[in-house]
């Protein structure tokens, strides 16, 4: 089973509850997620993804828990990072990972309606963290 580090970047000012989420270019919306390496805590590879990827800074983070319900073969490993302030209502990073990639960012809300192009891990992913925030 592949194990997986997923952040909950949560927007600072709390109300709406936001979360960071991004286009890929290939492959629709996501939430920031990656590989755990070999001996690290999922709460240190969280905080390493949600860098790596967005560009966004963790001050500390914080298990929620894991599910194997997520992503069939997976076990993710969900974890909430508190942020570093100041942040951008939208932002793009370039990510080294794949061959190298511009993400495109936003702040999604948690309790509206998810817009279209979450493929179904994600969505399920988005219904869990809402299930333990």
């Known amino acids: 089973m592949r194990e997986v580090a997923c952040p ?12 960071a989420a991004f286009e890929h270019p ?15 805590r999922p709460e240190h590879a969280a905080a390493r993804e949600l860098f790596e990827e967005s560009g966004l800074e963790t001050r500390a983070a914080i298990s929620l828990g894991e ?9 993710w490993h969900v ?21 190298g990639h511009l993400f495109r960012f936003f702040w999604l809300e948690l309790d509206a309606a998810l817009p279209e192009g979450f493929a179904p891990p994600y969505r399920r992913a988005v219904d869990w963290i809402r299930g333990q925030l």
């Open 8 to 19: 909950v970047a949560l927007h600072l000012d709390g109300v709406p509850r936001r979360i």
């Open 26 to 40: 290939q492959a629709g919306l996501q939430l920031v997620k990656g590989g755990i390496r070999s001996g690290e």
């Open 67 to 75: 599910s194997t319900k997520i992503d069939a073969g997976a076990r």
């Open 79 to 99: 974890s909430l990072c508190r942020l570093a302030g100041p942040l951008r209502d939208n932002w793009q990073h370039h990510c080294a990972d794949d061959g």
